[in-house]
């Protein structure tokens, strides 16, 4: 259920969304980016996460937009926050708490030997400090690079995450 209505058929752009159906739009500096993963919040908001890149560092960017497609400027001043750690960070899919707070999946790590890597963030676009004292938690799963692609939120309001685990010479889905 949308708070919105949508004025298209089946299969047609909605014109009403940035104005000709289609939004073009960088997660932060336009360099490399990349949308990974979005959700739809109760109230119509839409909430992007990927990546974007400064040569071989990449930052996890979440991205949060109103129903019309423009920038939600509630969302920490400007619609948009990223979190540059020095390592490649690299986040794939987000999903939306019951209490609005939002929750990204990816990976970090130097690309040899990454780890699945869950951020919390509250409504603002803030770090949730109630996660983990600091919002953001990392978690080895295998030796080489372990990859979150898909996040869930349980009807308990555990955080569920999946993805891969490589050991070098196999992938194993985690």
């Not at 919040?41 to 937009?65: H, L, P």
Request: charged residues 20%.
């Amino acid at each position: 259920h949308f708070p919105q209505s949508v004025s298209s058929a089946p299969g047609d752009l909605d014109l009403t969304f940035s104005q000709d159906g289609k939004l073009y739009d960088f997660l932060r500096l336009g360099g490399g980016d990349v949308i990974k993963g979005t959700a739809i919040q109760s109230d119509g908001k839409i909430v992007a996460t990927g990546s974007f890149s400064f040569g071989n560092v990449g930052s996890c960017a979440v991205t949060r937009y109103n129903a019309d497609g423009t920038l939600d400027s509630t969302f920490d001043g400007d619609g948009k926050v990223h979190f540059p750690t020095g390592l490649r960070f690299v986040c794939n899919a987000v999903a939306i708490q019951p209490d609005g707070k939002i929750v990204t999946a990816g990976r970090i790590g130097n690309l040899s030997n990454d780890d699945f890597a869950v951020l919390r963030l509250n409504p603002d676009g803030s770090r949730d400090a109630s996660f983990d004292s600091d919002g953001f938690v990392v978690v080895s799963i295998g030796p080489f690079v372990d990859e979150a692609t898909a996040v869930a939120i349980q009807p308990d309001g555990k955080i569920v995450v999946g993805g891969s685990s490589s050991s070098g010479s196999d992938d194993r889905p985690t």
